[in-house]
């Protein structure tokens, strides 16, 4: 059997790698979608006191580490049943819209955004922040550097530290803002909604007004019709710190609503041995494999997930885009992996509109951001949603509150089966009867770059070059061909 | 003239030295006019095939973050430590094998078995990821991990050492600065096997906390306690790793309210990280019985996770003797 | 008699402090007194001067076992510098301990210079009791005898020269 290898996939967290089976009609038999690498985090959190779980799981990802910060500190107050003040809960969602605003600002100017702006056609030295930059004015460049600074701000200013926030603790935080730094954080909020309406202003008239792209985006090799899973408030509407967990089917209706601790419930984990990172799937629709459909337990958590399984977004303006998103892709759900680049955006207005909300809120600056916890800590679960999916934190400890055992289900984990779903079918579409093209190249990597994998750096960079090498064995693993770009 | 060639690497490490890197925000454009990008794999797509292909000695600089958790990882340390001028441990990671060395406390098996067995995972056959796996289609694998996490001096030559977790941005900009008055020729680089890009002393040095006598009759936890913003922690009976810590972070932690965890890695001449605060702490209960010193030690709920939190791997001891026993076959 | 019939002889590194315990060492060697031949002794001026450094470098090096020995509490030469030694044996245990080092691999022994025959005996307690507990084989391949000028450079902080014998 034909075998394509693509090795390695830059710009995932870790490592990955991806193998190409072709049938002897050379058409695409199967694809693997591998993860090679394990740190252990379930177990060596194990033995170490809970209030330091906010802290040792923020190195499970650099890029999101507020959102492990916030889901182990939400599953910490589990454990020890302690109500945070809601000046805590306050600053706590404060500091994680902004750091939303600015994760979904590198993707989308950085990484995921340029294959939509310049187009899967443009050449690829173009398709790279550069060629944003000029396709739509050399003040972006700028504008994204000032947004990633002024998330950064906020972030430290409420968790203390740039990178991996050190502030939350069981029962609220150890500080709290003084009203000099909430006037700054409202006016770095004011800018944030402005540069998130320009970006969306951007996408609409770069990408939707194309045809080319519009087609692009509604076509069917990206298209998957899973459930959908996302976080919910009281009025579901899409809140990434708290809520409940909302799965829609394939057909947009709700499937099932759950609280955080119930979980385990609902969700399970498919194991195959190729691989370090197991496929999460809903437990009571079940494993079907790799599949679409109503009956295969497969589900997608990503900006569009959240969108879908909700009923609309909680600020305003964000609330329009949200209805023109829907009007646009003709109503609810949208199946169109390539409209999470979109959907995206709009999540980004709403944590721009949701910063300055929590803001300009009267009890922001009050002393009171901790309760301290009394009960004896026993189990906690804490779920948020990171940008790239539903995060949940689940801790057992002992009477003293160290660890016993842990279970970790992470943002992109979530998407695994629909990324390797996603392959499948880029790579069937594309390859028939033994031929490939170099439309194969670009297309594999629009494929699970949509998911923006883990890590914000989904793509392209300062060169400009996407160097990807395509070796095809024939069945005696002899070399018949080798597509190259931009490798020498 | 062509300019001089720049790498970042990532091994076992989590993200976070890459984004470190670009909150150095406008001076990223100084890097990119001074250096030639060839390979770093976040944000462009150079293989490894394109760094195999390089001569020997031709990346100028190399910021190699992460530590040896498998076999690929000490794979790429070794290619690029050939095609490298100057290789950088760069963060906790590479330097002392940071929070995933953790994982030494435990044997490889039990790290894969624990991920294997969660509540939630549905492993009916009781599978584990195979190195080597014959899929109907053809053999497919994947890195073997290594007994134990290494860091990047325990497998390759280092020239330089950058410490924490991650290195902050400001001291990024400084090295990058300094880095490129040395090409320049207007500045010379510290001898071989310094450490860049921090301060010699302690974090208790930046610290602007004040600091009395240390009489310790007992341990808390942070959270147990409306901490005084103004004294230092451990006075108050929180276990802050400053005194051992090297400085260079501006005491970011204590200065917000949370006890220091050692992310910038031993400060200078400290042989071992967990035994200078094991010696630091010791003398500061206020205690001449026995008794009395094994009570107020069971505040210390974790204390070798307390003293090597970033540091166990690169410490004297390494990790557990379960870990050391799977390593060597005993 | 083969590797595997030896019984297996602990080597123990001993860290005594100049006015006491290294004196009652010293005692029972003049005083013919014998005793187990296991341990290596360092002389420290003064228990307090025990780093735990140390200890993780003796284990670390492949030592069964660490001994610490001063002057009993209130004896001090340097009045109280041995409380520092009680503390840092209690949470050094405690770290060797997680990391599974049997908390019967160090210990901590109070003697004054008179008390030569004493320490001899729980020297001799030691080791067997240390070989009991089998060996550490915390490096399997450097299962040695630590020449004694190894040790010194551990104390010194200087690079020992001859290599370790096998």
């Known amino acids: 059997m034909q075998r394509i290898t693509i090795d390695p996939i830059t710009r995932l967290e870790g490592h990955g790698k991806i193998e190409i089976f072709l049938n002897e009609e050379g058409n695409v038999a199967n694809t693997y979608f591998q993860i090679p690498e394990l740190r252990g985090f379930e177990r060596f959190v194990v033995g170490r006191p809970i209030e330091e779980m906010a802290l040792i799981t923020n190195r499970i990802c650099g890029v999101c580490p507020e959102a492990h910060h916030m889901a182990a500190a939400k599953a910490a107050d589990a454990v020890y049943k302690v109500e945070v003040p809601p000046t805590g809960k306050k600053l706590r969602e404060l500091l994680y819209s902004a750091f939303y605003a600015t994760d979904h600002t590198t993707h989308f100017y950085a990484l995921g955004g340029p294959d939509f702006i310049m187009g899967p056609d443009a050449p690829v030295a173009e398709r790279n922040i550069l060629g944003v930059i000029h396709k739509v004015g050399l003040e972006i460049g700028g ?323 996407m160097p990807l090498e395509i070796t095809i064995h024939n069945a005696d693993g002899e070399v018949v061909d080798v597509l190259k770009q931009f490798v020498d | 003239m062509s300019k001089p060639k720049f790498a970042m690497y990532w091994a076992a490490s989590c993200g976070g030295c890459e984004i470190s890197v670009l909150n150095i925000h406008e001076k990223i454009l100084d890097v990119d006019a001074n250096f030639e990008v060839v390979f770093w794999p976040v944000a462009m797509d150079a293989k490894y095939k394109d760094v195999e292909a390089m001569e020997d000695g031709s990346i100028t600089l190399c910021l190699f973050n992460g530590g040896m958790r498998n076999d690929e990882n000490e794979h790429i340390a070794k290619l690029l430590r050939r095609k490298s001028k100057i290789m950088v441990a760069f963060g906790s990671c590479a330097c002392e094998g940071c929070i995933p060395g953790l994982g030494n406390f435990s044997t490889v098996d039990q790290l894969i078995d624990t991920a294997f067995t969660t509540l939630s995972t549905d492993n009916p056959k009781n599978l584990r990821p195979q190195t080597s796996y014959d899929a109907p289609e053809g053999a497919l694998h994947i890195p073997t991990m290594n007994p134990m996490l290494k860091t990047l001096d325990q497998v390759v030559d280092v020239d330089y050492y950058m410490p924490g977790c991650p290195p902050e941005s400001h001291q990024i900009t400084a090295v990058v600065e300094l880095v490129i008055a040395a090409l320049q020729g207007s500045a010379q680089l510290p001898p071989k096997g310094a450490t860049i890009g921090a301060g010699n002393s302690t974090v208790c040095d930046e610290c602007t906390r004040k600091r009395n006598e240390k009489l310790i009759k007992a341990f808390g936890r942070i959270q147990f306690t409306h901490t005084d913003p103004e004294l230092c922690l451990l006075e108050q009976g929180i276990p802050c790793n400053g005194l051992a810590t090297r400085s260079g972070c501006n005491a970011r932690c204590p200065s917000a309210g949370a006890q220091c965890i050692g992310c910038y890695g031993p400060a200078e001449g400290v042989v071992d990280y967990g035994a200078r605060l094991i010696s630091a702490f010791a003398s500061v209960i206020d205690s001449e019985k026995p008794e009395e010193i094994d009570q107020i030690l069971d505040g210390l709920v974790d204390p070798a996770g307390q003293f090597y939190r970033f540091n166990l791997a690169g410490s004297l001891l390494r990790g557990s003797k379960s870990a050391h026993h799977q390593s060597n076959g005993s | 008699m083969t590797e595997e019939t030896k019984p297996f002889e602990p080597v123990i590194i001993g860290f005594t402090c100049n006015w006491c315990s290294y004196r009652a060492a010293d005692m029972a060697g003049i005083a013919r007194m014998k005793y187990a031949p296991n341990v290596r002794l360092t002389r420290l001026m003064c228990s307090g001067r025990l780093d735990p450094t140390f200890v993780f470098k003796a284990f670390a090096g492949g030592a069964d076992a660490v001994l610490i020995s001063g002057c009993h509490p209130g004896d001090c030469h340097y009045v109280n510098q041995n409380y520092k030694a009680m503390r840092r044996y209690h949470l050094m245990k405690r770290v060797l301990v997680q990391m599974g080092i049997e908390p019967g691999r160090l210990k901590l022994l109070w003697a004054s210079a008179a008390e030569g025959q004493i320490f001899a005996n729980e020297i001799n307690k030691f080791v067997e009791e240390v070989r009991a507990l089998g060996p550490l084989n915390w490096n399997a391949d450097r299962r040695p005898q630590i020449a004694d000028h190894v040790l010194l450079s551990v104390v010194n902080g200087q690079p020992a020269e001859a290599e370790v014998k096998a």
């Open chain 1, 143 to 465: 504008k994204v550097i000032q947004m990633r600074k002024y998330g950064h701000t906020v972030v430290e200013m409420i968790g203390g530290r740039k990178v991996h926030p050190c502030t939350s603790i069981p029962g609220g935080l150890t500080k709290g803002i003084t009203e000099e730094q909430r006037k700054e954080i409202e006016e770095m909020g004011h800018w944030a909604i402005e540069f998130a309406q320009f970006s969306l202003k951007a996408f609409n008239d770069i990408v939707l007004s194309n045809k080319t792209y519009l087609d692009l985006i509604v076509g069917d090799v990206y298209t998957h019709k899973t459930y959908y899973m996302g976080l919910v408030d009281a009025n579901n509407k899409v809140n990434f710190y708290d809520g409940k967990v909302r799965v829609v089917g394939p057909n947009g209706k709700e499937f099932v609503k759950y609280e955080p601790k119930d979980y385990v419930n609902h969700i399970a984990e498919h194991v195959e041995p190729w691989t370090y990172l197991k496929f999460p799937y809903l437990k009571n629709v079940g494993w079907k494999g790799f599949v679409d459909g109503k009956d295969s337990g497969v589900y997608m958590a990503t900006p569009l997930s959240r969108l879908n399984a909700s009923d609309g977004m909680a600020t305003p303006r964000a609330q329009e885009e949200y209805d023109k998103f829907y009007k646009t892709l003709g109503g609810k759900p949208v199946h169109q992996r390539l409209a999470i680049h979109w959907a995206r955006l709009i999540e980004l207005l709403y944590a721009a509109e949701r910063w300055v909300e929590l803001a300009t809120d009267p009890e922001i600056t009050s002393p009171n951001f901790h309760t301290i916890p009394t009960a004896t800590p026993t189990e906690g679960v804490g779920i948020v949603e990171a940008p790239r999916g539903t995060l949940t934190h689940h801790y057992w400890t002992d009477e003293r509150g160290v660890v016993t055992k842990a279970n970790l289900i992470v943002g992109t984990t979530n998407n695994y089966a629909p990324i390797q779903m996603s392959t499948t079918k880029a790579a069937q579409s594309l390859i028939k009867g033994g031929k490939v093209n170099e439309g194969l190249l670009n297309m594999v990597e629009m494929a699970f770059r949509a998911y923006d994998p883990c890590f914000g750096c989904a793509t392209h960079s300062l060169p400009g070059q």
